[in-house]
């Protein structure tokens, strides 16, 4: 009898067994495909990007890579024949991918075709109605068109602009310009430009004395020029590390001044802009950067093989860097943790170095836990670190850039004094709590794809823009002196209206 018991059973579990694998099968149809770029014809981005959901057959998602891949192809005319595009697949290891593409200047009756094991997936073909511009065309929408088709968020819906703009209610250049240069125009320390647009045009007048960095505002405000109409406006921007317009001091008597920056600070009224970095990444995609907020989501290291320790490798731009050094020394089961270049504290190279060889940041990833530490001021990582699939512990600072006041401790990173002294502490709990960290993980991803994506780079701009074109009560005018900054575009959609009165 209980040999029959045990056989009923055997069968049971073959069959159970069998079942599973069925259940395992992508089922192409009830697949999720989404993002603005199955919309190219409206929403204009240097590199196009939607997301595809694997689903199997019982209509579970997928909570690890789909077995095959997804095979994505554009299709459509040009002026050259048929339409030149580049198509790169991102695996992002849990059961989404995110397809990215390009396509040469323009490009008619565009179709996109998702495939999986030769099945259409979802709605596959998508028509697109109009023409694709390659984002190197020059094609400017409407502002409030553009906005409306990458649903951007207006600057009242904000809190960092608002906050930012909060003491600059009504800007007034032709009162404060004065004041403003004699206080900045301090070439040994301070960089700074001075930027118009007006009429689509771009103009520039810069002081100090290293002004390389002027070249990612200029090709920020080109690009953005190329896909919206911007307000005329003009604005001051800081190109050196530290925020400029410090709290307290003479400022109380003459009130702040509006310069913008990359990096934020709790006692500056500097008003921030998303970092040359991200921002350089954005305009860039599937260009000249080799890493950017789509490519670092690839996976590359399943959880399952990652080391459980914390990985740090950067230059020695602040204390705390090298006090980590000497926590991994005497924790090294915790804490992966090197110098990579001494410039800062050259005389204690002895002490903390012998420096390491470059590891590229995707190899970040083979360990469970990112370390955030401040450089000179805010770490332009940060970002990336959240949309790799690591848990990022960032130290407590008084430095921000664009998007932090939206995150939340514990809910997409976990906090360290600024002095590292419950780091280990920090550490170690999270080695004792998966389940917490994966959930960490999985929700500082979801923030990555609401907030920092090359889509939300753009929307920043135009709505800090946006606003700040409305606060400014003097006539915007090009100073004498002002050197323009030269358009640049392959191709355009309409002769562009450059008009040479000012
Ligand atoms: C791919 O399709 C073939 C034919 O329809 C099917 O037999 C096979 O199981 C599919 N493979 C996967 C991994 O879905
Ligand atoms: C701006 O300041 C200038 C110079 O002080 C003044 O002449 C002008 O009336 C001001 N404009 C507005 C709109 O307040
Ligand atoms: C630290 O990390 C590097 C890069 O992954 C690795 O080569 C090295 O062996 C690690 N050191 C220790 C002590 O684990
Ligand atoms: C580290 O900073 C905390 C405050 O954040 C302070 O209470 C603590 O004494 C400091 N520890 C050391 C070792 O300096």
């Not at 083979?366 to 970002?383: C, E, H, M, W």
Request: with cysteine; glycine share 4%; proline share 5%.
């Amino acid at each position: 009898m209980l040999q029959i018991l045990l056989f009923v059973f055997y069968i049971w579990g073959i069959y159970l067994r069998f079942a599973e694998a069925e259940i395992k099968l992508v089922d192409a149809e009830k697949c999720l495909v989404w993002g603005a770029g199955i919309k190219p014809d409206v929403s204009v981005l240097p590199a196009r990007y939607f997301f595809i959901m694997a689903i199997d057959k019982n209509g579970q998602r997928y909570l690890e890579s789909a077995p095959l891949n997804f095979q994505v192809k554009i299709k459509g005319n040009s002026p050259h024949g048929r339409c030149r595009s580049h198509v790169d697949v991102i695996d992002r290891g849990d059961g989404t991918n995110i397809v990215r593409y390009t396509t040469a200047d323009w490009c008619d009756q565009v179709e996109i075709e998702i495939r999986y094991n030769g099945t259409q997936v979802a709605q596959s073909p998508y028509y697109v109605r109009n023409k694709v511009y390659s984002e190197k065309c020059y094609c400017p929408q409407d502002l409030q068109l553009f906005m409306l088709h990458n649903n951007c968020p207006n600057a009242a819906a904000d809190k960092q602009i608002m906050w930012d703009l909060h003491s600059f209610k009504r800007v007034n250049f032709s009162a404060i310009r004065e004041n403003l240069m004699k206080r900045y125009n301090q070439p040994e320390s301070v960089s700074l430009c001075h930027y118009v647009v007006k009429q689509q045009q771009i103009w520039r007048q810069c002081y100090g004395k290293y002004t390389g960095f002027k070249m990612f505002m200029d090709s920020t405000l080109l690009a953005l020029s190329r896909v919206a109409l911007l307000p005329d406006m003009e604005f001051y921007l800081n190109l050196g590390d530290w925020p400029l317009s410090k709290k307290g001091g003479q400022q109380r008597t003459s009130g702040p001044y509006p310069i913008f920056s990359w990096c934020g600070s709790e006692d500056s009224y500097d008003i921030t802009l998303p970092t040359y970095d991200l921002t350089e990444s954005s305009v860039e995609n599937m260009g000249r950067v080799a890493l950017d907020m789509l490519s670092v989501q690839r996976n590359e290291h399943p959880w399952e093989l990652k080391e459980d320790k914390a990985f740090w490798r950067g230059r020695d731009s602040r204390r705390e860097r090298l006090d980590l050094i000497d926590l991994s020394r005497k924790y090294p089961e915790l804490i992966n943790a090197s110098i990579t270049n001494f410039f800062f504290f050259r005389d204690e190279e002895q002490k903390y170095g012998p420096t390491v060889p470059y590891v590229s940041f995707m190899e970040f990833f083979k360990y469970k836990y990112q370390l955030n530490i401040d450089g000179t001021v805010a770490s332009y990582r940060f970002p990336y670190l959240l949309a790799g699939d690591s848990l990022v512990f960032k130290q407590d600072s008084p430095y921000y850039e664009h998007f932090y006041s939206k995150l939340q401790p514990y809910k997409h990173y976990v906090p360290f004094k600024r002095n590292l002294s419950d780091l280990i502490e920090k550490v170690q709990w999270a080695r004792e709590h998966e389940k917490k960290v994966r959930e960490i993980i999985h929700n500082a991803r979801e923030f990555v794809e609401a907030n920092l994506l090359p889509q939300h780079i753009y929307c920043y701009h135009l709505a800090l823009f946006k606003e700040w074109s409305n606060r400014l009560v003097a006539p915007v005018v090009v100073m004498p002196g002002m050197e323009k900054v030269q358009t640049s575009y392959t191709c355009f959609c309409k002769e562009p209206q450059i008009k040479d009165e000012l």
